[in-house]
């Protein structure tokens, strides 16, 4: 059975920054890309980012380029969410999921299989 669990979601002021963790149980972690999601109230769920099983091939939606960066650690099942520069456009509920495609760049929501249960994330202006 796999599981994902997100943390480190909060309330921040704009500007500032957070790092989201999502843990990753089963063994094929460290083969699988995976990615980060967002969604707001009212809205669909969002693509962030995406990285490839060894990490070497990271790709981002526009809004997150230069102040998001998506990484991860294969020896803890990790993958990380580093968000700067937060704004009033960022919070919603954020979530990670793994991809069953083999692919480097999964961006849609159907090329995930499984998903964490979100982690909110809440910005102050």
């Known amino acids: 059975q796999v599981q994902l669990v997100e943390s480190g979601g909060g309330l921040v002021q704009a500007g500032g920054s957070l790092r989201l963790s999502c843990v990753v149980s089963?063994?094929?972690?460290?083969?699988?890309?995976m990615g980060w999601f967002r969604q707001a109230p009212g809205t669909e769920r969002e693509f962030v980012a995406t990285i490839n099983w060894s990490g070497g091939s990271t790709y981002y939606a526009d809004f997150v380029k230069g102040r998001f960066t998506i990484s991860r650690d294969n020896a803890k099942n990790t993958v990380y969410l580093q968000m700067n520069s937060l704004n009033p456009e960022d919070p919603a509920v954020y979530y990670c999921?793994?991809?069953?495609?083999?692919?480097?760049?999964?961006?849609?929501?159907?090329?995930?299989?499984?998903w964490g249960q979100g982690t909110q994330v809440t910005v102050s202006s």
């Open positions: 089963g063994r094929t972690f460290s083969s699988k890309t």
């Open positions: 999921a793994r991809s069953f495609r083999g692919i480097d760049t999964a961006t849609m929501t159907r090329d995930y299989d499984y």
